[in-house]
C-alpha cells in the first residue's frame, strides 16, 4: 500500500487547528480596530470660507472658526458613543443617531452655530458598528458637513 501523504484524519485535524488560529486571530484584530476608531471626523467635512480684508487676518479667523465646528463635531461624536453604550447591549449594526435625539434624552444641549449664535444647528451622527462615529452637520449657510443627507434629520 502507498504510505505517501496524509491520512483523512491527519488532514481534518490540521484544517480544524488552522480555522481555531483564525478564529482568534479575526477576533484579536476586530478588537484592536474598535479600541482605535473611537471618532472619525473627515477632514473634508469642514468648509473654509471666510472672507476678511487682510490675508492674515483671515488664516486666524478661519482657523478658530475650523476649531469651533470642530469641537462640535467631536462632542456630537462622544455624546453618541456615550449614547450607545448607555442604551444598546452587545453587538449593534449600523446606527443612525439624531441630535434632535439626544437633545430630547438630555444627553446634550441644542448645538447652536458658533458664528451666529440664533441659527440652530442640526444634525446626525452614523455608528457603524464597529465603534466608528462619523458626525454630520448642518448649520444653515454657515457650515454644512460634506455627505451630509438631510433624509435623515
Known amino acids: 500500500m502507498n504510505n505517501k501523504g496524509f491520512t483523512l484524519q491527519e488532514l481534518l485535524f490540521f484544517i480544524s487547528l488552522?480555522?481555531?488560529?483564525?478564529?482568534?486571530?479575526?477576533?484579536?484584530?476586530?478588537?484592536?480596530?474598535?479600541?482605535?476608531?473611537?471618532?472619525?471626523i473627515e477632514p473634508n467635512q469642514i468648509k473654509e470660507d471666510v472672507d476678511?480684508?487682510?490675508?492674515?487676518?483671515?488664516?486666524?479667523?478661519?482657523?478658530?472658526?475650523i476649531d469651533q465646528y470642530k469641537i462640535l463635531l467631536e462632542k456630537m461624536a462622544s455624546t453618541?458613543?456615550?449614547?450607545?453604550?448607555?442604551?444598546?447591549?452587545?453587538?449593534?449594526?449600523?446606527?443612525?443617531?439624531?441630535?434632535?435625539?439626544?437633545v430630547e434624552d438630555e444627553y446634550m444641549e441644542e448645538l447652536v452655530d458658533p458664528i451666529d449664535n440664533t441659527i440652530?444647528?442640526?444634525?446626525?451622527?452614523?455608528?457603524?458598528?464597529?465603534?466608528?462615529?462619523?458626525?454630520?452637520?448642518?448649520?444653515?449657510?454657515?457650515?454644512k458637513?460634506?455627505?451630509?443627507n438631510e433624509t435623515f434629520e
Not at 449614547?83 to 434632535?100: E, P
Request: hydrophobic content about 35%; proline content about 1%.
Open 52 to 65: 476678511i480684508e487682510s490675508e492674515d487676518k483671515t488664516v486666524s479667523v478661519i482657523d478658530t472658526t
Open 80 to 102: 453618541a458613543k456615550i449614547y450607545i453604550t448607555t442604551n444598546y447591549t452587545g453587538k449593534t449594526d449600523r446606527i443612525i443617531i439624531k441630535t434632535s435625539k439626544l
Open 145 to 148: 458637513s460634506d455627505n451630509y
Open 18 to 40: 488552522f480555522m481555531m488560529i483564525l478564529v482568534v486571530c479575526v477576533v484579536v484584530i476586530d478588537s484592536n480596530i474598535a479600541k482605535f476608531n473611537v471618532t472619525h
Open 120 to 143: 440652530k444647528c442640526r444634525g446626525y451622527i452614523v455608528y457603524d458598528g464597529y465603534n466608528v462615529y462619523t458626525p454630520y452637520l448642518n448649520c444653515g449657510n454657515n457650515f
